[in-house]
Structures are given as structure tokens and as C-alpha cells.
């Protein structure tokens, strides 16, 4: 098992990625951000934001499509069907009754039936089903069919038997469960040691579980006869009396190396392989490294004869890394700008197509320039014989007292900009305004009172003094109308209680809109600068779909050339 390729493309943590379709990957992260990978050739083939933070995806191909689709659940009470090539969302599945954050969701296909039925559990121990097929899927919204509350408060995985799809596992922190899954009636229940928790399972055959805690540890049970739908004496103890008279068996522990485990895994991975009796059950750590065991199962289904634990790899990514020791655009740069000082680091980058030009900003304030293709050919070539070869011309531009956090070539966006011109916002509160054909600071933006985050470019169509403008946001939820021609803010907006989401414009009736994260608007006048009005509720969601949405967001990491430098976030593709 070694490492095949390292995709950068994420602003923030890596929360949840899944298989979406023949070669392709979907991940998402901790600030809304979606991927869609290529594993041919490993390029984004599209890219999105959202308000809400997926923490787990499910790919399916519907029949009645012929797309695939992603099922996303996270922090928000439903479940997001979006379309797996452009990740835009189909439609949600929405509850009724107690609607709360959904833990965890399965699909379940039944061979007789051509619907489609899921079923979730939410935060607070609520069973939904919804049942998914041409007549129901008709607008953008799908109620529940039916719900139910049982006994799982803060489940981890709900998985149905895929050899009959009549019981279900349910895993909780405290214990795990079996259900029946037509009538959802409890027929056994397990519960950990008191120095550890359950944090996920699946079913090996019809009677045998695999559940993992996180101690690493990884636990084989036979089902008792009541929770197997191939016994006669399957659904006779349940509720209550399936807790006290029907118990599972412990079969196998499979431990892990105490030597190895530092901290607590963060995923386990079970998948069955070509053959049907045997299972790779993979468990990467906190550390980045991955333990895996082959389990084969000898016999008829439901029976362990005989269960092979060979971990194969156990080595972390960073000493994988650390032996190949690749070279780095900005290898020659950082060492000469931050030295060998782990706090320092390149903070955002921004590729200018036209003139063939990185910027990166730097964490100590400078922001440095290197010409893309001699950098990358020296880069190459002195990797093939082992010289440092010439090193490429650079320029530095100065003029932050803190780290950079955006940068923007507001030509790359709109013709109407002077192709000179560069912004970078700075963690010191300022706005520089750069003319790179001379490298010298042209003038100081200081009108926010917070770390300036990202940039927003107006519309075409709105007035002259706007069309050479700039909108800047910073963490304590000012927005700043920054003229570059004029070298003044046109309107400063710093009355906001809560952070800033969204900026949108009206131009006809000269107004910018704000949108912040408790859902009110901000109405703003751009001749005078002054706030008009505030509206909330679904006042402010009319508003905000009125307004003009041809605004373009410049996210912190500059990235909106199409050919993203980010610095946080990476999805690891492992060849086995």
C-alpha cells in the first residue's frame, strides 16, 4: 500500500469523501466546500460552496437517472440529493415530525419494488423512512413516510444486511443494536467496556456483525437466532425481551499494536473483495497511519472457521513523505524569507494566467512573485540530476506588518480593471493596493477593524463609480466599498451583529445587500453609504433572491482563475 497522488483543493478539514460514479471522488469539507475528482488524470472537474457542512456522502445511481447522485447528511435536519457532475442539489428529503440533524442515513433497494427507500436516524433518537420514486420525487422537497423514536440517542451508523435487507445495525457510542427493519423492533443490543465506545460496524453475513470501538480495537459477534432472518426462531424475543434473554456472541478480538496507536483512530473501513468470503477491514489513526487485516470466511455464510489477521501496512503518510522528499515551488524563497521556522508558511496563492506569474502571500507579511514556468523547469529538471540548477528571479512585494490573507488580480475577473493593479488583504487590518509592472505600494486601504478575509467584485451593470470599485469583508463583519480609482471607500458597512455570508447588489435601485449567518439583510445605499434598512425572516430571503447574482466571491485563498494554489485541505489517493 503506497501513496498515489496528494489532491489539493479544499479551503478547510477534510469532513467526509466518497466514490462518486466510474473514476470519479467526492469530498467536502469543514467550510462548505465540494470536489469532484477525476482519478484518471486527478484534476477537479468541478467545485462548489454551500451554507451546510456535510459530514457524510453516499453515491447511487437511480434508474429513472442517468446520472449518478451524491446523499448528503451533516449539520442541518435533512438530506441534500445533489447531482454528482455538477454537485448542485436535486432536491431534499425534509422531516415533519421532530426534524433534527440526521447522524447517520442508509439506502435500501428491495428486488421486488422499484423504490427506493431510506432510512436515517436523527440527533435525538428518531427513525425516518422516506420512499423515493417517480410519484413522490416532484418537488424540490420530500416528506417522511414514516417515523418512529427508538433507542439510539447519537448513533454513529445505521446499515442494513445487504445479504436480505431485513435487519438493520444501528451503532451508538454506549451500545450497538439490531432491528427488525420493517416494524423497527429491537431484537438484541450490546454495550461496550467502560473505558471505551462503539464508533461504527457492518454485518460480515446474515449472523455475524463487526463492530469497532475507539481503542482501535475491532470485534467479531454472532448474532443470536432471533436477529437471523434465516431462523426459525427469527422476531420471537424482542423489545425488552430480546435485551434480556437474547445476547450476542463475542467470536474475535482483533487488537491493535499498542506500540503503534497513539491517539484515537479516526476511521474504520471494512469492504468485502472479490471473493465472498473474504473482508479487508482498514483502520487509519489520527497520525495518518493505516492498519489493515484480511478476515476470510471459510464455509457456508453465517459460519467463521477461520479468521487471518495480517496487517500488511502500518507505516504514517508523513514518513512515506519525508522519504520522498519532493521539491517545492517555493522551496529557495521560504528559506530565504522565513528560514527554518515551523510558525511560518505561505498563507494564499493566486495564479495570473496572462502573464504566467504565482503570487503566494507569506505569513510574515510579504507577498512573493515567481514566474510559473522557469520555476517549475528548473524544479523538474534539478529533481531528474540531482542539481539545484539556477534559481528563478523573484520580487518581493512589502508593505503588510502581519500575515496575508487574500489576494486579488481584479483584471483576471473584469477587463474593466487596470491590468497593473493587485489587492491583498492582511491579518494587520489594511487593504494594499500593489501596480505590479513597477512592484511598489500604490496606496493603503485602513477602514477595517479586523482581519480582512475575502473580496467581492460588483456587477457589470452597475454606475460608473462602482465599476471601479472593490468590496472587502473582514472577521468583525465590516464590508468596505473600496474605490481604486478615487483611492477612498466608498461606503463602509460596520453595523453588522453577526458575520458576514453574502454580498448582493440591486443596481438599478443603487443598493448592496448583505446577508449574515443569523439570516437578517443589510440594505445599504451606494451613492450616500448609508444603511436604508434591516429585514429578517422571509423578508430577507425575497430580497436577497431579487437581487442580482452576478457578483463573483474572491474566497481567502484567491482561487477564482480556475487553477486553485490552496494551502489547506487534501485528499490522499492510496493504491492497494
Known amino acids: 500500500m503506497t501513496p498515489k497522488m496528494l489532491l489539493y483543493g479544499h479551503t478547510g478539514s477534510i469532513s467526509c469523501v466518497t466514490a462518486a460514479g466510474p473514476n470519479r471522488l467526492a469530498s467536502a469539507d469543514d467550510n462548505g466546500g465540494l470536489c469532484l475528482w477525476d482519478t484518471l488524470d486527478y484534476q477537479c472537474l468541478a467545485s462548489g460552496e454551500s451554507s451546510q457542512i456535510h459530514t457524510a456522502m453516499k453515491a447511487h445511481k437511480f434508474e429513472e437517472k442517468d446520472f449518478y447522485t451524491l446523499l448528503c447528511n451533516g449539520h442541518y435536519p435533512e438530506i441534500n440529493i445533489l447531482n454528482a457532475d455538477n454537485l448542485q442539489v436535486i432536491y431534499s428529503l425534509v422531516a415533519r415530525v421532530h426534524p433534527d440533524w440526521i447522524n447517520a442515513f442508509c439506502l435500501l433497494t428491495p428486488k421486488k419494488q422499484q423504490d427506493n427507500i431510506i432510512l436515517a436516524v436523527t440527533n435525538s433518537g428518531t427513525i425516518k423512512m422516506w420512499t423515493l420514486n417517480t410519484q413522490t420525487v416532484r418537488s424540490s422537497h420530500v416528506y417522511e413516510d414514516e417515523s418512529k423514536q427508538i433507542r439510539c440517542i447519537d448513533a454513529k451508523v445505521i446499515q442494513s444486511c445487504i445479504y436480505n435487507q431485513r435487519t438493520l445495525l444501528i451503532v451508538c457510542a454506549k451500545n450497538w443494536q439490531i432491528y427488525d427493519a420493517g416494524e423497527f423492533s429491537l431484537l438484541c443490543s450490546e454495550v461496550p467496556s467502560s473505558n471505551t465506545q462503539w464508533v461504527g460496524g457492518q454485518f460480515i453475513s446474515i449472523d455475524t456483525v463487526m463492530i469497532w470501538s475507539c481503542s482501535g480495537h475491532a470485534y467479531l459477534y ?3 437466532p432471533n436477529s ?5 426462531e427469527y422476531h420471537q424475543l424482542v423489545g425488552t425481551r430480546a435485551l434480556q434473554h437474547a ?7 482483533i487488537e ?4 503503534v496507536i497513539a491517539s484515537s483512530p479516526s476511521v474504520f473501513l471494512c469492504e468485502r473483495l472479490n471473493s465472498a468470503v473474504n473482508y479487508l477491514l482498514l483502520r487509519v489513526d489520527a497520525d495518518s497511519s493505516i492498519h489493515n487485516w484480511n478476515i476470510n470466511r471459510e464455509g457456508p455464510v453465517g459460519s467463521i472457521s477461520k479468521l487471518d489477521e495480517s496487517g500488511v501496512h502500518s507505516r504514517p503518510f508523513r514518513s512515506l513523505w519525508e522519504e520522498v522528499n519532493p521539491a517545492g515551488l517555493l522551496d529557495h524563497v521560504l528559506e530565504s524569507h522565513l528560514g527554518e521556522s515551523d510558525n511560518e508558511y505561505v498563507t494564499c496563492s493566486l495564479y495570473i494566467a496572462s ?3 504565482l503570487l503566494s502571500g507569506l505569513s510574515n507579511g510579504d507577498i512573493v512573485i515567481i514566474p510559473i514556468l522557469h520555476t517549475i523547469r528548473n524544479v523538474l529538471f534539478s529533481a531528474l540530476d540531482g542539481t539545484k540548477g539556477n534559481q528563478p528571479i523573484y520580487r518581493t512585494l512589502r508593505g503588510h506588518k502581519a500575515r496575508v490573507n487574500s489576494l486579488l488580480y481584479p483584471h483576471s475577473v473584469s477587463s474593466r480593471y487596470n491590468s497593473n493593479h493587485l489587492l491583498s488583504g492582511g491579518s494587520d487590518f489594511s487593504v494594499c493596493l500593489w501596480d505590479l509592472s513597477q512592484g511598489h505600494l500604490v496606496h ?3 477602514v477595517h477593524a479586523g482581519q480582512v478575509m475575502n473580496f467581492y467584485i460588483p456587477p457589470p451593470n452597475c454606475n460608473n463609480r462602482v ?3 472593490v468590496c472587502s469583508v473582514a472577521n468583525d463583519h465590516s464590508v468596505a466599498l473600496l474605490s481604486l480609482k478615487e483611492k477612498r471607500p466608498l461606503v463602509f458597512a460596520s453595523r453588522h451583529m453577526f458575520p458576514v455570508m453574502d454580498i448582493k447588489w440591486k443596481p438599478v435601485e443603487d443598493f448592496m445587500v448583505i446577508s449574515c449567518s443569523d439570516s437578517t439583510a443589510y440594505v445599504w445605499q451606494m451613492e450616500t453609504g448609508l444603511l436604508d434598512r434591516v429585514v429578517h425572516g422571509v423578508t430577507a430571503v425575497e430580497i436577497l433572491k431579487a437581487c442580482d447574482n452576478t457578483n463573483l466571491k474572491i474566497s481567502s485563498a484567491g482561487s477564482h482563475t480556475g487553477t ?4 489547506l485541505g487534501e485528499v490522499i489517493i492510496v493504491s492497494l
Open 467 to 469: 465599476l471601479s470599485c
Open 228 to 232: 437471523n432472518p434465516d431462523h426459525m
Open 256 to 259: 491493535p499494536n499498542p506500540t
Open 564 to 567: 486553485p494554489f490552496f494551502t
Open 355 to 357: 502573464s504566467g506569474r
Open 222 to 224: 454472532r448474532l443470536p
Open 247 to 253: 445476547s450476542p456472541i463475542l467470536c474475535h478480538v
Open 444 to 446: 493603503v486601504f485602513a
